[in-house]
């Protein structure tokens, strides 16, 4: 009764003081907001946890956090990089190129560093450690309130401020009314200044719900954990206590309505799920605990099948690292992760659900445990943070192995970025492939739709082209062209366009007037779907219908239909309908280096220490052509767009893609195309391939050198078709696949 009857009143407090259209009223976890400091993701309740730890299972991490702080550090001024910065004839800051934020111009911010003395001081109690703590504060105030001055971000990603508002709420109670002020104004002004209306124009990313969200959006919370009831603009702090954890909420949701039950987090693309990411989800459950002494893990579920997500997207090298598939917004020259937080946000997962979802941390141990000792290491964005994981116990050894885990595995479906990932295990000589139909999202993705990726000791059909500061960019590399997918010629169709890699003040170093046209190729993103998934340890059949992602004037019908069939087999059949039979169709596949015709009628392609072969089936008497090799690795639509470096930059070793294969249709209306593909070893067969034409269906019989029959039939009209297996004349698989 006494807690609702405060709730009341705070309400209608709220509504007095800033009136009716401000419409400004705590929200209703606001009277559960702890009223000392600290409460920044961790509490007075929480320390005595924290000393025990850092003295027994975080004892290292507490000694390398002492270290942390042992390098020289300048407190007497800033300390600006030599011509990164400089000032117009009204003092605006103005950064050299490539120079961003006032972390990038300072070399000697101290937020970071504050943040851990202030750690270390609430760990020891000593006072020598709490002088060193306020010193390292009052240095990093001094440039922060020198990034206002300027008008410059304090940091892109926010991991900066995020380390001093902790140093700030830490220190708190050890500051004198008048640094609290202050101190709290400079918070309030840089996070105001720094929202999308803000003046702090260079620069910064507001983080919305469906990114990373650890831009401007993400630090109304913390903002207004830190500042509240500290004198320093209460209708402001309302504001962002208020808003912050609406908008904090809202990015929880999405990253669960992306999840689902697979645990993809927000990006199909493997870099940004396992790079900064997940450092969001983090922050919120920590402050939820710290400050409202709420456990809200439970609450979401994306981080819960976290490991489901990197145990799908990753090939691993048999070295302790591992590789991408190499889809969307990557950089291809190695397509390997960098991984250098992971480590962090394994353990983080293991603290968060030893107690509550033993499973989940079971699997990210199961994982850790596997990491190289070169992985084994927490990243620095929040120096602090190993110690406040005190359920993580870095000596435990796992009651499970990845192989275990992932023996039973075949093939995974996740639907909102239409990704589809089959193998035939999980160990460096494993079969991996990816299908791409049905996706719902296009952050960081291509014109991609229906194509597919084939990995076995090395990427066999691969994503094409590069990441980079080129017309490349925009122009070859997301385009359709650039994947193992379906073109559609349509003469004068505009290229769709894409988000370039470089600013507007740079323009014209990488544009010109010159029009380019789409080279038959898709023309929106999220109008593809999945019409069909079904796996088994047999096979794992994918229908995809990409008809919507072309322009309805030249496109009618573009569906595929991908089986794969364990452990090297794949079977790709199309039905492609144009809207006029001279629009010209045209099959691609891209591979690293030139495909030779064999003397079968089939092409192969080898990388690292696989080989590809395929055979067209149909079209009968397809046209083929080979496109690569030197000025022409990412030939389009009349010309090559080379990467800046141009050939140089196959150089070195890389997976940029440099040939591929094309497959015309003899200038039908409605055309099939029917291909089998083997990812295998050089010296193993090549399958015995006979066409079958049964009634409404086209298909292919698979003789393998150990007598095992595969036929797979294809519906002409209507998705779908039958797979049926036989060994020694016995039948052991008889599967109709319907939608």
């Known amino acids: 009764m006494i807690k609702k009857l405060l709730m009341l009143c705070l309400l209608l407090f709220a509504v007095a003081l800033y009136g009716e259209e401000a419409a400004i009223t705590l929200p209703d976890w606001a009277v559960e907001l702890r009223k000392e400091h600290p409460r920044l993701l961790l509490n007075r309740d929480q320390l005595p946890e924290i000393r025990d730890y850092a003295a027994t299972g975080g ?70 450690d709490l002088a060193r703590a306020l010193d390292y504060l009052r240095h990093a105030n001094r440039f922060l309130r020198y990034c206002l001055d300027v008008d410059m971000a304090v940091d892109y990603h926010t991991d900066n401020i995020i380390n001093f508002m902790c140093a ?125 002494n709420r456990d809200i893990s439970m609450d979401y579920r994306h981080l819960q099948n976290f490991v489901n997500w990197f145990l799908w997207s990753t090939i691993p090298d048999g070295a302790g690292g591992f590789y991408h598939y190499g889809a969307g917004d990557v950089v291809h020259r190695t397509n390997r992760f960098a991984l250098d937080m992971i480590y962090g946000h394994f353990a983080q997962i293991v603290n968060f659900y030893r107690d509550t979802l033993p499973d989940a941390a079971l699997r990210a141990e199961a994982l850790l445990a596997e990491l190289p000792d070169n992985l084994r290491k927490f990243h620095q964005w929040h120096p602090f943070m190993p110690l406040l994981l005190t359920k993580f116990d870095p000596e435990l050894k796992p009651s499970t192995t990845i192989a275990e885990l992932t023996a039973s595995d075949t093939a995974f479906h996740f639907p909102r970025f239409g ?19 049905g996706a719902e999202s296009d952050q960081h993705q291509h014109y991609d739709e229906n194509s597919f990726i084939i990995y076995r000791k090395g990427f066999l059909a691969m994503d094409t082209g590069n990441r980079d500061m080129a017309q490349h960019h925009t122009h070859y590399y997301a385009q359709t062209v650039a994947h193992n997918s379906m073109l559609i010629d349509y003469p004068g169709e505009p290229m769709p366009p894409y988000w370039k890699t470089w600013p507007e003040s740079q323009s014209a170093k990488y544009e010109d007037e010159q029009i380019r046209y789409n080279d038959g190729g898709q023309f929106h993103r999220r109008s593809g779907k999945c019409l069909h998934f079904e796996t088994s340890p047999e096979f794992t059949w994918v229908t995809g219908d990409a008809t919507e992602c072309y322009i309805p004037q030249k496109c009618r019908l573009a569906q595929r239909e991908f089986v794969f069939i364990p452990p090297e ?166 599967k109709e696949i319907k939608e």
């Not at 990704?419 to 139909?437: E, N």
């Open 59 to 128: 004892r290292g991490e507490f000694e390398r956090l002492q270290k942390y702080l042992d390098k020289p550090f300048n407190m007497d001024e800033l300390e600006l990089y030599p011509g990164r910065i400089s000032f117009n004839a009204k003092g605006k800051a103005v950064l050299a190129p490539g120079v961003n934020t006032g972390d990038n111009a300072v070399r000697n911010p101290g937020m970071k560093e504050a943040a851990a003395a202030a750690m270390i001081y609430l760990i020891t109690e000593d006072n020598a």
């Open 168 to 292: 700030y709420d830490w220190l708190y109670n050890h500051l004198s009314d008048e640094e609290r002020v202050s101190i709290g104004k400079n918070i309030a002004e840089y996070v105001k200044e720094m929202q999308p209306d803000g003046r702090l124009k260079v620069f910064k990313t507001t983080g919305d719900i469906d990114t990373g969200f650890y831009g401007t959006y993400s630090l109304k919370f913390p903002a207004g954990i830190v500042l509240y009831g500290s004198g320093v603009d209460e209708e402001l702090t309302l504001k962002f206590l208020n808003e912050g954890y609406k908008i904090a909420t809202e990015a929880m949701q999405f990253r669960d309505e992306v999840a689902q039950d697979g645990g993809l987090l927000v990006a199909a693309t493997p870099t940004y799920s396992f790079g900064a990411y997940p450092l969001a989800t983090h922050l919120f459950f920590l402050a939820n605990r710290s400050a409202l």
């Open 419 to 437: 990704l589809t990932f089959m193998r035939s295990g999980y160990t460096p000589d494993s079969t991996f492939a990816l299908f791409r139909a």
């Open 569 to 734: 087999l794949f079977v790709v059949y199309d039905r492609v309908e144009s809207t006029k039979p001279e629009l010209r169709k045209r099959w691609l596949i891209h591979t690293q280096n030139e495909p030779t015709a064999e003397d079968g009628g089939w092409f192969s392609a080898r990388n690292g220490g696989g080989e590809l072969r395929w055979l067209t089936v149909l079209p009968h008497d397809a046209p083929k052509e080979l496109i690569g090799g030197p000025g022409r690795q990412f030939y389009t639509a009349g010309r090559n767009f080379p990467l800046p470096d141009g050939d140089n930059a196959f150089a070195k070793p890389n997976f940029l893609g440099a040939w591929r294969q094309e497959v015309s249709d003899a200038g039908e209306l409605r055309s099939e195309f029917l291909h089998v593909l083997q990812a295998t070893d050089p010296q193993t067969a090549f399958p015995q391939v006979k066409e079958l034409n049964i009634a409404e269906q086209s298909g292919v019989e698979l003789t393998l050198d150990n007598g095992v029959v595969y036929r797979l039939l294809f519906n002409r009209t209507g998705i779908g078709g039958r797979i049926i297996k036989e060994e020694n004349g016995v039948e052991k698989l008889n």
